[in-house]
């Protein structure tokens, strides 16, 4: 059951991107000079002497600023990126405009895959972000099988753009606040038409995901780069979400530089250096990373134990088009192993049920402190045609939401695997 809309129109994403005018090249390149003037940044090219369009580039996300480094690297090429329909709120004209191909985030979109083929054949760059979110942690998120059949599919060269600092620069989980960090972005021609001729998708995974392991609490740290603000550790726990000394899921807060439970009473100082120490005992986790893992491990064994479900109240606003989120007002919201998530709501006299079975999603996208509704934690929940933002009644719950979904489908898609290959 769909939502009854008033309207029942939605944007557009089937649509080839225009070609980016050149006159935009230079504006873009002249604005990012100037939003870049006074932040300590490199743009370092590695294997990539005489090459030219068309190529894809493949590119970790970290912030907003990546886009504008991205610009940099490869004027004064014309370049298309591949954005997220929220990029497209209340100014889908100017993202038209400048050629952004528009997608909803973790669905299946073939449409994508034919826009992304037009660009290359017109001779352009191509520039997605595979891991489709911004790094919660500075570390590599999940990167879907499905990537090496895409570059394959289209046998041009493949750039993968590393971003490092930009995520210490301005962490997601509070982005508000800029810290003064060197941005370090290196672009490195990883794979050539030669080379895809002959490799087989596994191969070519393998090559993106060896190409893709980054750490911006690794780099800090051997970097010698200090982080003096006195709010550096504010908001942190919306990704160290889980207190490895008493357990709980739901007492963590962090406020200043220091991370603390509530519910145990136990801190750590997140040090200038981006080192973890606890206050008083033993530092469970000193390299923030670690932590992060540490809790997805807990999530995956909860799952394997049959103990894993969510239920809770939601507040919803769907985004249809791009120029209002429609406010749909409570659901409930559930996700567990068989069933993934399913959204069920009643708006304009009658019911809606929206459901994302497991292997039709297989990461999810999480907003911290969301910009354009109202800043709090949110997930999207997004069909071909409609995407549903999400904000939880329980606090602090979006991060193992992410964890879930990607452990829930990469375990369905093994089984499934395996079924295939008992089969023959």
Same mark, same amino acid.
């Given at each position: 059951?769909?939502?009854?809309y008033?309207d029942?129109?939605?944007?557009?994403?089937?649509?080839?991107?225009?070609?980016?005018?050149?006159?935009?090249?230079?504006?873009?390149w002249?604005?990012s000079?100037?939003?870049?003037?006074?932040?300590?940044h490199?743009?370092?090219?590695?294997?990539?002497?005489?090459?030219?369009?068309?190529?894809?580039?493949?590119?970790?996300h970290?912030s @907003?600023?990546?886009?504008?480094?991205?610009a940099?690297?490869?004027?004064?090429?014309?370049?298309?990126?591949?954005?997220?329909i929220?990029?497209?709120? /209340?100014?889908?004209?100017?993202?038209?405009?400048?050629?952004?191909?528009?997608t909803?985030?973790f669905?299946t979109d073939?449409?994508?895959?034919k826009?992304?083929?037009?660009?290359?054949?017109r001779?352009?760059?191509?520039?997605?972000?595979?891991?489709a979110?911004?790094?919660?942690?500075?570390?590599?998120?999940?990167l879907?099988?499905?990537?090496?059949a895409?570059?394959?599919?289209?046998?041009?060269?493949?750039?993968?753009?590393?971003h490092?600092?930009?995520?210490?620069?301005?962490?997601?989980?509070?982005f508000r606040?800029?810290?003064k960090?060197?941005?370090?972005?290196t672009?490195?021609?990883?794979?050539?038409? #030669?080379q895809?001729?002959?490799?087989?998708?596994?191969?070519?995974?393998?090559?993106? +995901?060896?190409?893709?392991e980054?750490?911006?609490?690794r780099? /800090?740290?051997? *970097?010698?780069?200090?982080?003096t603000?006195?709010f550096?550790?504010e908001? &942190?726990?919306?990704?160290?979400?889980q207190?490895?000394h008493? &357990?709980?899921?739901?007492?963590?807060?962090?406020?200043?530089?220091?991370?603390?439970?509530?519910?145990?009473?136990?801190?750590?100082?997140?040090?200038?250096?981006?080192t973890?120490?606890?206050? #008083?005992?033993?530092?469970? @986790?000193?390299?923030?990373?670690?932590?992060f893992a540490?809790e997805?491990?807990?999530?995956r064994e909860?799952?394997?134990r049959?103990?894993?479900?969510?239920?809770?109240?939601?507040?919803?606003?769907?985004?249809?088009?791009?120029?209002?989120?429609?406010?749909?007002?409570?659901?409930?919201?559930?996700?567990?192993p068989? *069933?993934?998530?399913?959204?069920?709501?009643?708006?304009?006299?009658?019911?809606?049920?929206?459901? +994302?079975?497991?292997?039709?999603? *297989?990461?999810?996208?999480?907003?911290?402190?969301?910009?354009?509704?109202?800043?709090?934690?949110?997930?999207?929940i997004?069909?071909?045609?409609?995407?549903?933002?999400?904000?939880p009644?329980?606090?602090?719950?979006?991060?193992?939401?992410?964890?879930?979904?990607?452990?829930?489908? /990469?375990?369905?898609?093994?089984?499934?695997?395996?079924?295939?290959?008992?089969?023959?």
């Amino acid at each position: 059951m769909d939502v009854n809309y008033k309207d029942p129109k939605r944007y557009k994403t089937a649509k080839y991107p225009i070609r980016q005018p050149w006159y935009l090249t230079w504006l873009i390149w002249i604005l990012s000079k100037i939003v870049l003037a006074l932040k300590p940044h490199k743009v370092e090219k590695i294997g990539m002497e005489g090459l030219k369009p068309p190529y894809m580039i493949l590119s970790n996300h970290m912030s @907003f600023v990546d886009f504008e480094l991205v610009a940099l690297g490869t004027h004064p090429h014309k370049v298309n990126n591949v954005v997220n329909i929220d990029g497209f709120y /209340q100014r889908p004209w100017l993202l038209e405009w400048i050629g952004a191909i528009c997608t909803r985030k973790f669905t299946t979109d073939l449409h994508l895959v034919k826009s992304i083929r037009k660009v290359l054949q017109r001779g352009d760059i191509l520039c997605m972000y595979p891991e489709a979110r911004y790094s919660p942690c500075g570390t590599t998120s999940y990167l879907p099988d499905s990537l090496g059949a895409l570059v394959r599919m289209c046998r041009v060269p493949v750039v993968v753009t590393i971003h490092r600092g930009n995520y210490l620069h301005a962490p997601f989980w509070n982005f508000r606040k800029k810290r003064k960090v060197p941005m370090h972005t290196t672009m490195k021609l990883v794979l050539t038409p #030669e080379q895809l001729k002959t490799m087989s998708t596994d191969e070519v995974n393998a090559v993106l +995901r060896k190409a893709f392991e980054y750490d911006d609490y690794r780099y /800090q740290k051997e *970097n010698g780069i200090r982080i003096t603000e006195s709010f550096r550790a504010e908001g &942190m726990h919306k990704i160290l979400y889980q207190c490895p000394h008493c &357990m709980s899921e739901t007492g963590m807060a962090s406020e200043g530089v220091e991370i603390f439970c509530r519910d145990c009473g136990k801190r750590w100082t997140l040090n200038e250096d981006g080192t973890l120490k606890a206050n #008083e005992g033993k530092t469970e @986790f000193s390299h923030v990373p670690d932590w992060f893992a540490w809790e997805r491990e807990q999530v995956r064994e909860e799952i394997e134990r049959g103990d894993y479900r969510f239920e809770d109240e939601v507040d919803v606003h769907s985004l249809p088009r791009c120029w209002k989120f429609e406010p749909l007002g409570k659901a409930t919201l559930t996700h567990d192993p068989e *069933n993934g998530f399913v959204l069920e709501g009643h708006y304009r006299g009658q019911d809606y049920r929206i459901q +994302r079975e497991p292997l039709q999603i *297989n990461s999810l996208h999480v907003e911290y402190d969301f910009p354009h509704i109202k800043p709090l934690d949110c997930v999207d929940i997004s069909t071909e045609n409609d995407s549903f933002y999400c904000f939880p009644t329980k606090q602090n719950v979006v991060t193992k939401l992410a964890f879930s979904t990607e452990i829930i489908y /990469q375990r369905k898609e093994n089984e499934a695997k395996q079924k295939r290959a008992a089969r023959g």
